[in-house]
């Protein structure tokens, strides 16, 4: 029997045994049906496993090394859990946006040309009446090498030479500040390869080498890294929460994870190699994991007893005097502490404990009230308030594929209770008050107390009523956004950015993508011209404000 005939047996047997069935047969029917689905499920999942399998060992044949490797498998074509069409659909339709391309907007005129008519094709009575205006949209892209001559004196009592300077931005080696601007665009506007970067270039006659386009999309990071942390200081400030999420990046071979922080203002791109709870400290400060500092106080004790930390190491916690230490430091008194003894969960606790109440008391940058980001556990703690996705959460359900037709009918009619309530969310945000938030919290332990007799449904319900207090974060905070989407399509800029150069070579390039996608990104989202910021910056013109400016303006509503 094939999979996909099972939905049509049981539609034709609950038929059958509609009416029939006796009360005290009802229990046992359910537990039965509910055994179909969880068989089913159980081999969906090998066919799917099988199917990846096979994948693997195609691309292995191929010898392809521009794909998935062996820690991350290509997909299996899963189906669509999207719930995009559940939710637009109770959402009020969204203004068209103030930057949006295809409204016309006034064009810089570089040339005028007059279209006139040959008066031997006039009739004789023909007369000349106002003239009709088109404007057509043109660029010229050609080699334009310049010849500067130096004037050159020498010294022989300071014993040195003496140069005429070079016009600022023509001053960083053989390429000028357009081309390297536009290399720049084409990497991070375009999304396009070096290689092709290259080919593109070499077809207008420009002498450049790979080694030469590589390093410039590299080492020209340098120059910005002041703006990407002036941005990322002028992001945090900018809102009381900021959206969080990650996703996969290759490094020297190995897999590292790209994080984007971003709110309505700016999207920050930083990769490392993990993703753990010491890795999100990190991205909240900027900083490497390696650069932590560990705060050891009264409060750092407090986490500790929360966490139920075994009592000999409360107390040798407790022993010591309230200090910072750098992760050097610390790992020097943990080695000296756990010796051969490794306890690696133990550890992790004081590490992540004292990381945490260092990043909350610090003030070098500011700390973030309110994280949006999905239920993974690397997020719990790191801030006061943590604000689950509903889109996420809603991903769950759509993930439930019932088999038994009186399950999917049951599936369908809470999925329409689910969305239901995030409009209503929605509309609380617009005009909070306290009695209609008493309200929603009743209403969400009323729709998640609810039992199907769908095993899977119910245990997903109860699995989503225990985060009651992550996804209610907005009847406190009716400012914080109900879904994490601004991350989601920030990480998609990597993801695509992926599929076209499979990794950086050296963390440095890494580095130097992060910058550079950051800014962009962030152009993007102020309305400002990519291409024109980088540059203005080359240029060293400084003709538009700095991002961080451009942001709390923004911000503020200017």
């Given at each position: 029997m094939k999979?996909?005939e099972?939905?049509?047996?049981?539609t034709?047997?609950?038929?059958?045994?509609?009416?029939?069935?006796?009360?005290e047969a009802?229990?046992?029917?359910?537990r039965?049906?509910?055994?179909?689905?969880?068989?089913?499920?159980e081999?969906r999942?090998?066919?799917?496993?099988?199917?990846?399998?096979?994948?693997?060992?195609?691309?292995k044949?191929r010898?392809?090394t521009?794909g998935?490797g062996?820690n991350?498998p290509?997909?299996?074509?899963s189906?669509?859990?999207?719930s995009?069409?559940?939710?637009?659909?109770r959402?009020?339709?969204r203004?068209?946006?103030?930057?949006?391309?295809?409204?016309?907007?006034?064009?810089v005129?570089?040339?005028?040309?007059?279209?006139p008519?040959?008066?031997q094709q006039?009739?004789?009575?023909?007369?000349?009446c106002?003239?009709e205006?088109l404007?057509?949209?043109?660029?010229?892209?050609?080699?334009?090498?310049?010849?500067f001559?130096?004037?050159?004196?020498?010294?022989a009592e300071?014993?040195k030479?003496?140069?005429?300077?070079?016009?600022?931005?023509?001053?960083?080696?053989d390429?000028?500040p357009?081309?390297?601007?536009?290399?720049?665009?084409?990497?991070?506007c375009g999304?396009?390869?070096?290689?092709?970067?290259?080919?593109?270039?070499?077809?207008?006659?420009?002498?450049?080498s790979?080694?030469s386009?590589?390093h410039?999309?590299?080492?020209t990071?340098d120059?910005?890294?002041g703006?990407?942390?002036?941005?990322?200081?002028?992001?945090?400030s900018s809102t009381?929460?900021?959206?969080?999420?990650?996703?996969?990046?290759r490094?020297?071979g190995?897999?590292?994870?790209?994080?984007?922080l971003c709110?309505p203002?700016?999207?920050?791109?930083?990769?490392h190699?993990?993703?753990?709870?010491?890795?999100i400290l990190?991205?909240?400060?900027?900083?490497?994991?390696?650069?932590?500092?560990?705060?050891?106080?009264?409060t750092?004790?407090?986490?500790?007893k929360?966490?139920?930390?075994?009592?000999?190491?409360?107390?040798?916690?407790?022993?010591?005097?309230?200090?910072?230490?750098?992760?050097t430091?610390?790992?020097?008194?943990?080695?000296?502490?756990?010796g051969?003894?490794?306890?690696p969960?133990?550890r992790?606790d004081?590490?992540?404990a004292?990381?945490?109440?260092?990043?909350?008391?610090q003030?070098?940058?500011?700390?973030?009230?309110t994280?949006?980001?999905?239920?993974?556990?690397?997020?719990?703690?790191?801030?006061?308030?943590?604000?689950?996705?509903w889109?996420?959460?809603?991903?769950?359900?759509a993930r439930?594929?019932?088999v038994?037709p009186s399950?999917?009918?049951q599936?369908?009619?809470?999925?329409?209770r689910?969305?239901?309530?995030?409009a209503?969310l929605?509309r609380?945000r617009?005009?909070p008050?306290?009695?209609?938030?008493?309200?929603l919290?009743?209403?969400?332990?009323?729709?998640?107390?609810?039992q199907?007799?769908?095993?899977a449904?119910?245990?997903?319900?109860?699995k989503?009523?225990r985060?009651?207090?992550?996804?209610?974060?907005?009847?406190?905070h009716p400012?914080v956004?109900l879904?994490?989407?601004?991350?989601?399509?920030?990480?998609r800029?990597?993801?695509?950015r992926r599929?076209?150069?499979?990794?950086?070579k050296?963390?440095?390039?890494?580095r130097?993508?992060?910058?550079?996608?950051?800014?962009?990104?962030?152009?993007k989202k102020?309305g400002v011209?990519?291409y024109?910021y980088l540059?203005?910056?080359?240029?060293?013109?400084h003709?538009?404000?700095?991002?961080?400016i451009?942001?709390?303006?923004?911000?503020a509503g200017?």
């Amino acid at each position: 029997m094939k999979l996909d005939e099972v939905p049509e047996i049981l539609t034709a047997v609950e038929a059958q045994l509609n009416g029939v069935v006796p009360p005290e047969a009802e229990s046992a029917v359910r537990r039965l049906l509910n055994l179909v689905e969880q068989l089913v499920a159980e081999q969906r999942h090998l066919l799917a496993e099988v199917q990846r399998l096979q994948e693997l060992l195609e691309q292995k044949k191929r010898n392809k090394t521009t794909g998935s490797g062996p820690n991350q498998p290509p997909s299996s074509g899963s189906s669509d859990q999207s719930s995009e069409k559940q939710r637009r659909k109770r959402e009020p339709p969204r203004p068209p946006s103030a930057t949006d391309r295809r409204t016309f907007k006034d064009l810089v005129i570089q040339e005028e040309r007059e279209c006139p008519l040959d008066p031997q094709q006039l009739p004789p009575d023909a007369r000349r009446c106002p003239d009709e205006t088109l404007v057509v949209q043109d660029i010229r892209i050609a080699p334009h090498n310049i010849r500067f001559v130096r004037h050159v004196y020498y010294s022989a009592e300071a014993g040195k030479f003496f140069r005429g300077p070079l016009p600022p931005g023509y001053d960083a080696g053989d390429f000028g500040p357009d081309l390297r601007s536009l290399i720049l665009a084409l990497k991070y506007c375009g999304n396009m390869s070096e290689a092709k970067i290259l080919e593109l270039l070499d077809n207008f006659e420009v002498q450049i080498s790979a080694g030469s386009v590589s390093h410039l999309l590299t080492d020209t990071a340098d120059d910005f890294a002041g703006e990407y942390r002036d941005l990322f200081l002028a992001g945090l400030s900018s809102t009381t929460y900021q959206h969080l999420d990650d996703t996969s990046a290759r490094v020297a071979g190995q897999f590292w994870h790209t994080h984007i922080l971003c709110n309505p203002f700016y999207t920050l791109y930083a990769t490392h190699p993990h993703k753990d709870r010491l890795t999100i400290l990190a991205v909240l400060q900027n900083t490497q994991t390696e650069e932590l500092q560990f705060r050891f106080d009264a409060t750092t004790r407090q986490w500790l007893k929360q966490w139920e930390l075994p009592q000999v190491w409360q107390e040798r916690v407790a022993a010591l005097e309230d200090c910072t230490l750098s992760a050097t430091k610390l790992k020097t008194l943990l080695d000296a502490w756990f010796g051969e003894d490794h306890q690696p969960q133990t550890r992790l606790d004081i590490e992540q404990a004292a990381a945490i109440v260092y990043y909350r008391q610090q003030t070098e940058v500011p700390v973030v009230p309110t994280l949006i980001c999905d239920d993974a556990r690397q997020f719990k703690f790191v801030t006061e308030h943590l604000s689950l996705c509903w889109i996420h959460e809603g991903r769950h359900y759509a993930r439930l594929t019932p088999v038994v037709p009186s399950h999917a009918e049951q599936l369908s009619r809470f999925q329409e209770r689910f969305w239901d309530y995030y409009a209503a969310l929605q509309r609380y945000r617009d005009g909070p008050t306290p009695a209609e938030a008493e309200r929603l919290r009743q209403e969400f332990e009323t729709l998640f107390s609810t039992q199907t007799g769908y095993d899977a449904l119910d245990a997903r319900i109860a699995k989503t009523r225990r985060k009651q207090a992550e996804l209610l974060t907005v009847l406190s905070h009716p400012e914080v956004p109900l879904h994490n989407n601004p991350a989601e399509l920030g990480s998609r800029v990597s993801a695509r950015r992926r599929d076209v150069s499979l990794q950086s070579k050296v963390p440095r390039g890494a580095r130097a993508m992060d910058i550079f996608t950051t800014l962009v990104q962030s152009c993007k989202k102020l309305g400002v011209s990519a291409y024109a910021y980088l540059r203005d910056r080359l240029l060293q013109a400084h003709e538009i404000p700095r991002l961080a400016i451009l942001l709390r303006t923004a911000a503020a509503g200017g």
